[in-house]
């Protein structure tokens, strides 16, 4: 339920001391009401009212941490079912499913093709997060994959309904492995599993209903680390489901959805690939939190990758690279310069350009406010002054023999003020589109 402000206010010293970040008590009660700041910074409430307006300033859905080290990830803590409305903060994890019924050889493929899709999109990492190990039948089997797997770097998913088979495999998972298999049936043994293990315990049940009762349950026995299946019947009940779940705890205040999600995307659509990476890109964006799939090759990882990496970013905030001079096939410092902007999407296509024309160039990137080329120029962020104090403050003469400068075409306006500014440098008016790129360069080298 949620918390006015003048409700923290009364809790204050009202003694406006500033140790909190804000000039009075009540400017600070105001922010963590909305949630904008933790009840934690004011000092002088007391640690019982700090628990109890802790939960209630929380966001919606429960921040929740899985894996440890390097290959901790958070999910949940939502606060907006859509990204325009402000932002998404902790974007899906994906992961494959393996099993002890698999053989060595099917397991050593799927482990290759694991490996092999990682690759860098706009400065981030691509790759699958998470691997879910179903127990089948053979416990020794089952418990040593997990550890594969955690061993892998990879966060480990336990699916199985078998407590102690359970509590095995989370041993040699290490912090923050996720436990698949509370139901109705088995919830208080895998609550004590889940919780000896600091492990995040996955919920399934057999109908919407049914998993908010169970939900229900295993809060009252003490334990919150929890994620939700969506259900793996039909796509059309995981799908609502999802959505109902989502909706019901930012929009509904109802906490007792308000749990990241699991979606099997290989039970939904067994042994058809073509629509998992389909319903793979329809639940991340409503509402898979941890989405599982039978594989992920280039096929899929390209689209879905790409597809997470837009959703989850703000859309307040241009997606922007860093600024300074990149190199190309390994200059030797008399080669051009070549400029563009900080537009993360546009530096990407050039470069790629670049890099298909395998000619050695250095591309210089200065600050143009995260725009694209012409945006940037009609906003006055991309311009005559703009470059050549870029090219001065990084002493880019110093890195090349060579006095060509390389404007993108769209922007030959401002190739007479530039020249007058770097009066050494040739100005030279580029290709106005990146796939023009590849014969520009190698005609400019001849």
Known sequence: MAVKGLDIFKLTPKSNCKECGFPTCMAFSMKAATGAVPIE???????????????????????????????????????????????????????????DAMSDDEVAAACAT????????????????????????DQAKFVALVKKVADAGKIPMIVTTD?????????????????????????????????????????SAESIDALHDLVESIEKLGYKNLVLNVGETSIKEAFTNAVDIRTAAIKGDDRTFGYPSVVFTNKLAPGDTNMQIALASAFLLRYGSIIVMEEMD????????GLRQNIFTDPQQPMRVELKVYEFS???????V?????FALTYFVVAGEIERSKVPVYLAIPDAGGYSVLTSWAAGKFGSTVIANFIKENNVADLTTSRKLVLPGKVAVLQGDLAELLPEWEVVVGPTEAMQIPKFLKDLQA
């Open 338 to 342: 070549l400029v563009t902007v900080d």
């Open 163 to 203: 407590a102690e088979v359970a509590k095995a495999a989370v041993a040699v998972a290490g912090t923050g492995a996720i436990i698949m298999g509370a139901t109705k049936d088995n919830a208080a043994a895998m609550v004590e599993v889940a919780k000896a293990a600091d492990a995040v315990l996955g919920v």
């Open 41 to 99: 910074k004011c000092p002088y409430i007391s640690e019982e009212s700090k628990a109890i307006l802790s939960e209630a300033t929380a966001p919606p859905m429960k921040t929740i941490k899985v894996g440890s080290g390097e290959t901790e990830k958070t999910l949940g803590g939502e606060t907006v079912l859509f990204r325009h409305e402000k932002t998404l903060v902790n974007r899906n994890l994906f992961a494959i499913e393996l099993s």
């Open 114 to 137: 694991l490996e092999k899709v990682r690759y860098e999109r706009i400065g981030e990492m691509m790759f699958v997060e998470v691997v879910a190990v179903r127990f089948a039948a």
């Open 298 to 305: 280039f096929n899929a990882a390209l689209p879905l990758f």
């Open 330 to 336: 390994k200059p030797t410092g008399k080669e051009p």
